[in-house]
């Protein structure tokens, strides 16, 4: 059972700590438990960060989308906010980027 989030680099917060949201994580879905709103706000911020990443690394959507195997839309979608970005996807973008949760976690 997941109980605690990274908070920066080498801190962790309990989820209990975090109000508001429900940490129930499944492989599906990084989005999960939020209303309407909270869930249109939380794709937006996400996809700015995707963007951030991609800018820090000055890359284009294509390159990065052909690095992971998937055609430019994919990476469009998710950094336009248009498209849910589940958890393993997640991974891979820190992964691919070489960047830490936080810099994507989007409370």
């Not at 994580?25 to 438990?33: G, K, M, R, S, Y």
């Not at 906010?81 to 996807?89: K, S």
Request: charged content about 30%; aromatic content about 12%; hydrophobic content about 40%.
């Amino acid at each position: 059972m997941l109980d605690t989030l990274p908070y920066c680099h080498s801190h962790y917060i309990p989820i209990r700590d975090i109000p508001k949201w429900d940490f129930t994580v499944n492989e599906e879905t990084f989005l999960i438990h939020l209303n309407k709103a909270e869930k249109y706000e939380a794709k937006k911020r996400l996809g700015e960060r995707l963007r951030a990443a991609r800018a820090l690394r000055n890359l284009t959507q294509v390159e990065v989308a052909a690095a992971l195997g998937q055609p430019q839309s994919y990476m469009s979608k998710r950094e336009s906010g248009d498209r849910e970005t589940t958890a393993v996807e997640l991974q891979e973008f820190m992964r691919f980027y070489e960047l830490p949760l936080d810099f994507f976690w989007v409370i």
